[in-house]
């Protein structure tokens, strides 16, 4: 069975190898890309070790240093290092800076700490927190023009992502971020990459997607593709793309952000969950691995806000499971729909065969006293007896066995409902996307379905690839190499020569869309030698 299920899959790697060959441009750009991508997750513990090692250097060096100034310095650049790795760390670090600037007594140095701290918090989806540090704890007046840029700008990403994440429980009266682009555009260094992209921000916002886009791409070509920063720019340009409706683009952009937070071991990003949002549709194992991941470092990061965006996809991951279970029953129905085809089928070979062995016997008998035709008669009906022997085996067997099949496939579908319905009701979400994620029967069904189906087909017609070749162009003719079953084509025919010709039921069984089974008869019976018309007529007599 094994075997068999090893040849069922590379029939449809043939298959999907074809198909990809018919796929646009940017689909092949868009699937090299997430291949790319696969390679840097499977790297992931790589970077992370390598971020790690540079932390405990920095730590290190830190708190071998005695003066304080120096050691606060050291201590504001881990913090700055661990922002978007650890939320636990970076507050730590922050905290402790705000301590040494009260031994320092150096007013400027404790603001830009608690400005600091109060970003994180806001980056983390800790709102309270942050309005209350930003907003009530931050002497305005006391701020040198530098730390009052730092001040606006951070107020500005504050009111940003509040605006952004509406869904929290804090619900805080924050100005909008438009109020404070004055202000930035006012202190912020002209053309610096802050004051461009208040100026992005503003295109976007006003639905001027070229200016917006020009001025984006100005930022991405100051900085390089492993660089923190890439990875933000990567991403307004995958929502400057979505507001164009270039989907495709929007995608390849997501995914080089994705890749960026993957190369410098972001754990707070949104990238990589939303390539996994958009991949689920065609691809759930995948989408599935990478939502696996983005849920990991959420966690280890340890803020509330990306497990909160996290969980609001898990209603996603529920209908994608629920659309592979509809689909498992659907090949499971086709599978019964064929039995009884097939049963119904061997019968009238039987009967057959049966009608034709009493002809002989009365044949033996009117030619009893000729030794001679006694004799072919004889030949005749053992040759005849022995085909009756192996058509009563052959039915035998492929009852048994599709029997056996789908007596095997209702106990697996069963357990793993049951299994599924249960980590569902104890809130094993974690476990169950690991269960979901190497989950494939419908697939696995599909495969063994279709080579069950050729098996038994091409055992009932031993010739009937090459009497259906005969019926084409010599250009157009199939040619199976040793070992190989049937195509996609030669199924659609197959089961026309079953008498199953309607398309709709045809796609229902081979689970193909209507469209693409139309296609497929219209490019067969477009080579057809002969009138086209009747093409399908004469397949039906093949055999007869």
Avoid at 8 to 26: I, T
Avoid at 291 to 306: F, G, H, I, S
Avoid at 334 to 359: D, E, N, Q
């Amino acid at each position: 069975m094994r075997t068999a299920w090893h040849r069922a899959f590379l029939l449809a790697s043939v298959v999907l190898a074809a198909a990809c060959g018919r796929m646009s441009r940017s689909d092949r750009e868009i699937g090299r890309l997430l291949t790319e991508l696969d390679g840097y997750v499977g790297a992931r513990e790589v970077y992370v070790a390598r971020k790690q090692d540079q932390m405990q250097a920095l730590s290190k060096l830190a708190r071998s240093t005695q003066d304080l100034l120096r050691r606060y310095e050291l201590e504001m650049n881990i913090a700055r290092e661990y922002f978007a790795f650890s939320f636990d760390s970076t507050q730590v670090y922050l905290k402790h800076c705000q301590e040494l600037t009260l031994q320092l007594r150096n007013t400027d140095l404790y603001n830009q700490a608690s400005i600091e701290l109060g970003h994180l918090y806001a980056k983390a989806g800790n709102y309270l927190e942050a309005s209350q540090l930003l907003y009530g704890q931050i002497d305005t007046a006391a701020l040198n023009p530098s730390l009052k840029a730092d001040y606006l700008w951070y107020l500005y990403d504050f009111s940003k992502d509040l605006a952004g994440n509406s869904g929290v429980a804090e619900q805080l009266s924050i100005p909008p971020d438009a109020s404070f682009r004055p202000r930035l555009y006012h202190v912020l260094p002209k053309d610096s990459d802050r004051w461009r992209s208040v100026l992005r921000d503003e295109f976007i916002d006003s639905g001027r997607l070229a200016s917006a886009d020009s001025v984006n791409r100005l930022l991405l070509s100051t900085v390089r593709p492993e660089d923190r920063n890439y990875a933000i720019y990567a991403f307004f340009q995958s929502e400057i793309e979505e507001q164009r409706g270039n989907q495709p683009a929007r995608m390849g952009w997501l995914i080089r952000s994705a890749e960026c937070d993957l190369i410098n071991a972001v754990r707070d990003y949104a990238s990589l969950t939303m390539v996994a949002q958009n991949v689920l549709p065609v691809d759930v194992d995948r989408s599935f691995r990478y939502l696996r991941l983005a849920q990991e470092d959420a966690l280890l990061y340890n803020a509330k806000l990306r497990p909160w965006q996290i969980s609001r996809f898990l209603m996603e991951v529920e209908d994608a499971y629920a659309e592979r279970q509809a689909r498992a029953n659907k090949v499971s129905m086709v599978s019964s729909v064929l039995l009884a085809v097939l049963v119904l089928v061997l019968a009238f070979i039987t009967y057959s065969l049966v009608v034709r062995s009493r002809k002989l016997s009365r044949m033996q008998t009117a030619l009893e006293n000729s030794n001679a035709k006694l004799a072919i008669a004889n030949g005749e009906l053992s040759s005849l007896n022995l085909q009756i022997s192996k058509a009563d085996k052959v039915k035998e067997k492929y009852i048994i066995d599709f029997l056996e099949g789908l007596s095997a496939q209702v106990s697996l579908v069963r357990a793993e409902d049951n299994r599924f319905r249960n980590l569902l009701k104890q809130g094993k979400a974690d476990q169950l996307l690991k269960e979901l994620s190497i989950v494939g029967r419908a697939e696995k069904a599909r495969d063994e379905f279709y080579q069950t189906f050729d098996t038994t087909f091409l055992a009932m017609y031993p010739n009937f690839v090459e009497q259906f070749n005969a019926l084409l162009q010599e250009d157009a003719r199939f040619h199976l190499g040793k070992g190989e079953r049937l195509n996609t084509e030669l199924r659609i025919f197959a089961l026309i020569r079953l008498g199953i010709d309607d398309s709709k039921q045809i796609a229902s069984m081979l689970d193909y869309s209507v469209s693409t089974i139309y296609n497929y008869k219209v490019s067969v019976k477009n080579a057809a030698l002969g009138d086209r018309d009747t093409f399908e007529e004469r397949v039906k007599q093949i055999g007869k």
